[in-house]
T-cell receptor, first 114, second 114 residues
Framework: DSGVTQTPKHLITATGQRVTLRCSPRSGDLSVYWYQQSLDQGLQFLIQYYNGEERAKGNILERFSAQQFPDLHSELNLSSLELGDSALYFC?????????????FGPGTRLTVL | AQSVTQLGSHVSVSEGALVLLRCNYSSSVPPYLFWYVQYPNQGLQLLLKYTSAATLVKGINGFEAEFKKSETSFHLTKPSAHMSDAAEYFCAVSGWNAGNMLTFGGGTRLMVKP
């Protein structure tokens, strides 16, 4: 158990809908990262927040957005969902935001878009 | 820009045999390198990381990896495979860029035959 929690574990929804994925970091971790894992794209970085501020952006679609709240939990919002958005979404957290920091991964949210 | 190549999407070994999973990286800055393991229906767990200290890095579960700058490689090894090592393994790189997101290789699925 990494100490990072993600809810829900599974999400099944229809095209065009909007969903919110939630991540609670380990105690003391200030950075939150979101990654997407799919069969065709592999593991891809989406976005990072550090202590409430956006730190870095990766291959995140405009239909997707995220935020980190004062209690440091984070939410990833996916809207106008398409079939291709079906994937496993991981949240990872770390103490700081430097390259040597270990990122601890949550168990993931499996999103299925029908 | 950084990238990671893992040679061999599937590797099969017999129980007790040497495990060798290959990883080559490309980075314009000194890299930090990581190996993660993913068991079915679970998140990623850190096996080991290289952060510019010793070039031979020992990790959990008997795994180790050697950073070779001249070969831009960070191969993962274990002297004797166990059935419980069957999983997917990911090599990743981060660096001094803004944000310390991980760039992952495509993964290698390790199968262990009895």
């Amino acid at each position: 158990d990494s100490g990072v929690t993600q809810t829900p574990k599974h999400l099944i929804t229809a095209t065009g809908q909007r969903v919110t994925l939630r991540c609670s970091p380990r105690s003391g971790d200030l950075s939150v990262y979101w990654y997407q894992q799919s069969l065709d794209q592999g593991l891809q970085f989406l976005i990072q927040y550090y202590n409430g501020e956006e730190r870095a952006k990766g291959n995140i679609l405009e239909r997707f957005s995220a935020q980190q709240f004062p209690d440091l939990h984070s939410e990833l919002n996916l809207s106008s969902l398409e079939l291709g958005d079906s994937a496993l979404y991981f949240c990872a957290t770390s103490r700081g935001a430097i390259g040597t920091d270990t990122q601890y991964f949550g168990p993931g949210t499996r999103l299925t878009v029908l | 820009a950084q990238s990671v190549t893992q040679l061999g999407s599937h590797v099969s070994v017999s129980e007790g045999a040497l495990v060798l999973l290959r990883c080559n990286y490309s980075s314009s800055v000194p890299p930090y390198l990581f190996w993660y393991v993913q068991y079915p229906n679970q998140g990623l767990q850190l096996l080991l990381k290289y952060t510019s200290a010793a070039t031979l890095v020992k990790g959990i579960n008997g795994f180790e990896a050697e950073f070779k700058k001249s070969e831009t490689s960070f191969h993962l090894t274990k002297p004797s495979a166990h059935m419980s090592d069957a999983a997917e393994y990911f090599c990743a790189v981060s660096g001094w860029n803004a944000g310390n997101m991980l760039t992952f290789g495509g993964g290698t699925r390790l199968m262990v035959k009895p």
